[in-house]
């Protein structure tokens, strides 16, 4: 007889059954939420290999304390905060929250116009993954899971200041990659036989 493995009905139901420790819950939770939590970790630790460190102890976070979970929200984005500080607690270990790069000067902006009509969502995330660890952290926090720069503040052990001047400094840089990514294509060859 081959054995089946329940399924719950309700999140309601889930989180009971994570609570009194069944292995079967915590296969379902895994399945259902690992794919949308690893793109979260890689928003903000950009290594495939340490995101999917930092998804397994997440993972573990939630199963050792899921008793703490007191449905004032979703389950996932219970899960979700839990995602995001294991992936902070990983950049602060490897001290990548506080990297910056010096910008020169951003002098002309981009033609938003054109980036709205030429960039995908997904051209726009991996300019996001391309920014600095610290940028990128910040950029992420405020402008994709809506903290305020207090909480940010609160969550990455840094002033509001530095989180202000961060997510300032991510921001020329995401405009400058965007121009320079306008250049490039408006110079193509193709570009003008596209555009004819």
């Keep these: 007889m081959a054995l089946s493995i329940p399924y719950y009905l309700s999140e309601s139901q889930l989180v009971v059954a994570l609570q009194r420790g069944e292995a079967r819950a915590q296969k379902i939770v895994y399945e259902r939420y690992a794919n949308r939590m ?3 970790c890689l928003r903000y630790v950009a ?6 460190d930092v998804l397994i102890e997440s993972f573990m976070r939630v199963f050792e304390r899921v008793n703490q979970f007191r449905s004032e929200g979703s389950f996932e984005g219970w899960i979700r905060r839990i995602m995001v500080t294991e992936s902070l607690m990983f950049l602060r270990k490897n001290k990548s929250l506080r990297q910056e790069i010096s910008l020169e000067s951003v002098t002309e ?14 051209d726009l995330l991996r300019l996001v993954a391309q920014l600095p660890d610290g940028y990128r ?6 402008a994709i899971e809506g903290y305020s720069h207090a909480e940010i503040a609160s969550l990455t052990g840094i002033s509001e200041g530095t989180s202000k001047s961060q ?11 965007i121009k320079t990514l306008e250049t490039d294509v408006k110079s193509a060859p193709e570009y003008g036989k596209a555009a004819s």
């Design 38 to 40: 690893m793109a979260i």
């Design 47 to 52: 290594n495939q290999a340490d995101a999917e």
């Design 109 to 122: 902006e981009p033609d938003y116009q054109w980036a709205d009509e030429a960039l995908q969502a997904n």
């Design 137 to 142: 952290t910040i950029f992420n926090l405020y």
């Design 167 to 177: 997510l300032s400094r991510a921001r020329a840089l995401l405009q400058q990659r």
